[in-house]
DNA sequence: GTCTATAAGTAGATAGAC
DNA sequence: GTCTATCTACTTATAGAC
């Protein structure tokens, strides 16, 4: 399976891709008809089964390829950090790296973020074991928060690390660029993660 | 139109509501078949059309409900605080407010949600309207904090409230009961806003 | 590789009995 | 008020030409 960044499109077959990332954003996934898919692609619907098998299989390839490329972006932007970053450094780094790979590939992310609750059964458990794998790196990011004193002893992870993923999530609902950049949002989210999750300075 | 808290059913008009929201959660606006629905509510699709005019009223009412519902009873909770309240309690008791009624009526709320961007153009705009009577409510807690000096000074009020509303709409997606109460995702999610957004205490 | 034509299935909506 | 029967429209998927 081709890994690359999906919107570049090279080839059909990855114009094909992100015009479902497209429809599927738009349209849910009962929604997205394939007609509207090859329409998007500039072809008819019948060249998609040349590259794609069915129209699950399709829609569940965009599924994971959207949600994998968000953790590889996530998980290289932490690489890149030196190792004197501190917890919430770390933290800092994956709010921004997440915000700007789901505005970028907003279409992608919409498409996981929106559709994966509504999946039919076979096409949900590759979507739910890249979600996890993708959770567990910023489990590993609070544990180590906790774990060192950055971060408030009296706070609940997993409940914190689902609120924090999905105010980031749902950035990809509301914002459009035309109210501001995506540094902006950024900036707005690292401040409210931070302070939120921080333990307070201790006393001298 | 009926207002009262759309699951009691007392009617068979509330119980098909009720059984349009459960299944526009699950499966998303175009995959909500009439027929799933009038089996949720116990009786055949043709029944339906006694008592809505079309698929589409149905689901746009069940839309404007639910997200009405939440919008009363945020503003409910914080009529009935004591005048002496902060601007950061008022704020602590809408995330309560948001999470118990969201959590509570999780089907309605899960459809509004899930669903407000992936209607028809008919039905967007009451939808759009109640929801911006709606964050109208948010706007003002976060500048009657700024306002007063316990918000940050230098937050972007409405990408901070996106974010928040994003993180607390986002519950429904994940939480089920299974680990831990409301209550307690009311107590992280209280606590990572109230310091995301605090102004650090003035120097004495 | 991409097309036109078409088969097979399923949905919303209506007619009309009870 | 709720049902059974049915009409019409639309969707996925395949066959086969180019």
Redesign the interface.
């Known amino acids: 399976m081709d890994t690359s960044k999906p919107e570049q499109g090279n080839g059909t077959r990855d114009r094909i891709l992100a015009a479902a990332a497209t429809v599927l954003a ?7 008809r394939l007609t509207d898919i090859a329409q998007h692609a500039e072809l008819r619907a019948p060249a998609v089964y040349y590259y794609f098998s069915s129209r699950e299989e399709l829609i569940g390839e965009v599924m994971v390829v959207g949600q994998r490329w968000v953790r590889t972006h996530v998980s290289e932007a932490l690489a890149a950090l030196p190792s004197e970053a501190t917890s919430l450094d770390r933290i800092e780094t994956a709010v921004e790296a997440h915000l700007r790979v789901e505005l970028e590939l907003s279409d992608f992310a919409r498409a996981v973020t ?2 994966s ?2 999946l039919p059964p076979d096409l949900r458990a590759p979507v739910a074991a890249e979600s996890a794998l993708y959770h567990s790196i910023w489990r590993e990011l609070l544990e180590a928060g906790h774990a060192d004193g950055s971060i ?1 002893a ?3 992870l ?3 690390r ?10 990809a ?3 459009n660029g035309e ?2 950049t995506v540094g ?2 950024i ?3 690292q ?3 931070r ?4 333990a307070p300075p201790r006393p001298a």
């Not at 738009?26 to 997205?32: I, L, Q, S, V």
């Not at 302070?195 to 921080?198: E, P, T, V, Y």
């Open positions: 738009r349209e849910g996934y009962a929604g997205t929106r559709n609750g509504q408030r009296d706070l609940d997993r409940t914190a689902m609120l924090v993923i999905g105010a980031l999530n749902w950035a609902e509301w914002w109210r501001g902006e949002v900036g707005t989210a401040a409210l993660v302070h939120g999750l921080a």
